[in-house]
């Protein structure tokens, strides 16, 4: 494989370890603090920017490289996919900000750990298709498959107590919005996974 082509797949592992780190860094705040909502929305746009910078880096890669080992729109796919998790990552955490909320719930906490586990996936997912195991890929593509059926789920439990449990109308407003950010955040991550499938049937 020539050095360019080493390079492309390299990249979109170092895009996936973005993501791992901005989703672990997400889901650690959502445990423990986010008393300063506009510190903790910055820290995230910092992982966003970091991401945005990568995936124009691999494009710059790919308009350099003549032949590619897979399709030039698989890689850009990969990688778009993967920033817009970073992004929905990155509009929750300034809707935290903008709402002045200061405590995660439960509900949210919940799916930031679908989301962090997604990443996981994500990343283990990119070093094998680095290392052309596409084979082996599947079972990471139905794996985030299921943890966004668990994302769809856990967000009609969320709204269902919140319209029941919840008189103040502006509380509803608020964290109806974020719940659905997040859950919209496990479909980008399941998005991913139907990139990796059709790369595996185009390629192995």
């Known amino acids: 494989m020539s050095k360019r082509n080493r390079q492309l797949f390299n990249l979109l592992v170092q895009i996936a370890i ?27 746009k910092q992982y ?4 945005d910078e990568l995936t124009g880096e691999l494009v710059t890669l790919l308009n350099a490289t003549y032949i590619t080992p897979l399709e030039r729109e698989d890689f850009l796919e990969l990688a778009i996919k993967m920033d817009d998790i970073v992004d929905g990552l990155e509009a929750c955490s300034v809707r935290f900000d903008l709402f002045g909320i200061h405590e995660a719930t439960p509900v949210m906490v919940e799916f930031a750990r679908n989301i962090a586990e997604s990443s996981r996936e994500v990343l283990t997912a990119m070093k ?7 084979l082996d890929l599947r079972q990471h593509t139905q794996r985030l498959n299921e943890l966004e059926k668990g994302g769809d789920s ?3 439990t969320a709204l269902r107590n ?13 964290f109806k919005e974020i719940y659905e950010i997040l859950e919209s955040v496990t479909d980008k991550c399941e998005d991913v996974a139907d990139v990796l499938d059709s790369v595996i049937v185009k390629n192995a």
């Open 48 to 51: 966003e920017t970091r991401g």
């Open 128 to 134: 094998k298709l680095e290392a052309r195991k596409l």
């Open 162 to 174: 919140l319209f029941s449990q919840e008189t103040d109308v502006l509380h509803v407003i608020k």
């Open 154 to 156: 856990l967000l009609r």
């Open 18 to 44: 973005n993501l791992e780190e901005a989703s672990l860094f997400f889901m650690q705040g959502l445990k423990e603090d986010i008393s300063n909502p506009a510190q903790f929305a910055a820290s995230i």
